[in-house]
């Protein structure tokens, strides 16, 4: 599985973003996905989760702010971010799962929240 996150940007507070991940190799192995992101000198946090089934989790911080969202397998994984705040600000990365519990990762995308 090979995935492509892109659309970070700087953005003013309250702003939005759209961030996408495309997904190639073998999609039908995906379990789930999510977004994580890590801010300068902060740990890797887990931002949203969708399963293949198509539940969803959101951490605290971004419930009824943030969007994650694919249409299907063979689709972009999306995540829109509304009301963004000066903390949104990190590096955000796309992460797959499959059934055999292996890790994928895409690169970082840069998501800077600032006036």
């Known amino acids: 599985v090979q995935l492509q996150a892109c659309g970070g940007g700087l953005v003013q507070p309250g702003g939005s973003l759209r961030l996408s991940c495309a997904v190639s190799?073998?999609?039908?192995?995906?379990?789930?996905m999510d977004w994580y992101r890590q801010a300068p000198g902060k740990q890797r946090e887990l931002v949203a989760t969708i399963t293949s089934g198509g539940s969803i989790n959101y951490a605290d911080s971004v419930k009824g702010r943030f969007t994650i969202s694919r249409d299907n397998a063979r689709t972009p994984l999306y995540l829109q971010m509304n009301s963004l705040k000066p903390e949104d600000t990190a590096v955000y990365y796309c992460?797959?799962?499959?059934?055999?519990?292996?890790?994928?990762w895409g690169q970082g995308t840069l998501v800077t929240v600032s006036s």
């Open positions: 992460h797959a799962m499959s059934y055999t519990n292996f890790n994928f």
């Open positions: 190799g073998s999609i039908s192995s995906i379990n789930f």
